[in-house]
């Protein structure tokens, strides 16, 4: 077990955050469970204020920084979603915020960030460069830098999902989860297997630069090379300093699994035409695994985390169309 996070952190993550977020809807899926034959359910992160789960680790995060903290403010950076969602806590709760981005995120999200009112850093194409941009900025201006999934008030806070999973559905026998960093399984599992040891946990990624398997593969946190994905918001590294998230997810995680553009592509178009769905990509990963029959279903109901809404709608309309919406990916220069 990490000490750093555990699952009695989640609970309290809970209660700091009620009233703040959404408690989201689990739904029954009628097209999947019909075309699989099997329960399947889907966790509406995608209603969440600022369209996706990532609120829940903001308000956590800056929720738990002391009060010298908060007034120096925070420093994050973000593939678009994790940004927003500390923009707007910081907004609400008075704290500085400033967000640095790769040029990867769309344009969509960048926007909603300024609209926000935090200040956006744009510093280049790669992680690394604008990794020390956060760092620079830090220093300089004495701000608290707040990762995106590797903080284990994060992680708590993304895993009170998996405390109202429980609630709402306390027989589910697995959940499938995105997976990028891997703060949202790490604090799913942590949550769920605290109370259900048997619940099977089940990451899903893309082809394209999927870093936290790549990492397990190789025993230890890898660099690899961002490339432009349907789901954006599940590019980037896992970072090399990586404390928490690796060693969580495998201990926790009991399969991941690989998805490419054509059948995240697949998942967003099923989510729009019968489930009636706007999601974004790194959302739809889940339904595109199933679809694939990429995933062996244990008995019993299992849930699927659909963990945002933030689509470009240019491309997803594109998609719709039956274009390959990844031409432009959604992506600004
Ligand atoms: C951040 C994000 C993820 C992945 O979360 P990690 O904690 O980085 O694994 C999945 N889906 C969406 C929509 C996200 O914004």
Known sequence: MNPAVQAVDVTDAHRRIAGLVQTTPLVCSQSLSALLNHDVRLKLESVQETGSFKLRGAFNRLLTLSVEEKSRGVVTLSTGNHGRAV???????????????????????????????????????????????????????????????????????????????????????????????????????????AVRPEMRVIGVTMDNG????????????????????????????????????FGLVRDLVDEMVLVSEAEIADGLRHAYEQERLI??????????????????????PVAVILSGRNVNIPMLTKLLHGEDGSADGGVVA
């Open 87 to 193: 923009a707007f806590a910081g907004k609400k709760l008075g704290i500085r915020t400033v967000v640095c981005l790769t040029s990867l995120v769309p344009a969509n999200k960048v926007e909603a960030i300024r609209a926000l009112g935090a200040e956006v850093h744009i510093a280049g194409a790669d992680q690394d460069i604008v990794e020390a941009e956060v760092d620079r900025l830090a220093a300089r201006e004495g701000l608290v830098v707040v990762s995106p999934f590797d903080d284990p008030e994060i992680i708590a806070g993304q895993g009170t999902i998996g405390l109202e999973l429980l609630a709402q559905q306390p027989d589910l026998s697995a959940v499938i989860v995105p997976l990028s960093g891997g703060g949202l399984i790490s604090g799913i599992a942590l949550a769920m297997k």
């Open 210 to 245: 999927p870093a936290m398997v790549l990492s397990q593969q190789a025993g230890q946190p890898v660099s690899v090379e961002e490339l432009p994905s349907l789901a954006d918001s599940l590019t980037g590294g896992i970072g090399l300093a990586n404390k928490h998230t």
């Open 279 to 300: 999601i974004e990509g790194g959302a739809a990963v889940g339904i595109a695994a199933l679809l694939a029959r990429r995933i062996t279903l244990p008995a019993g």
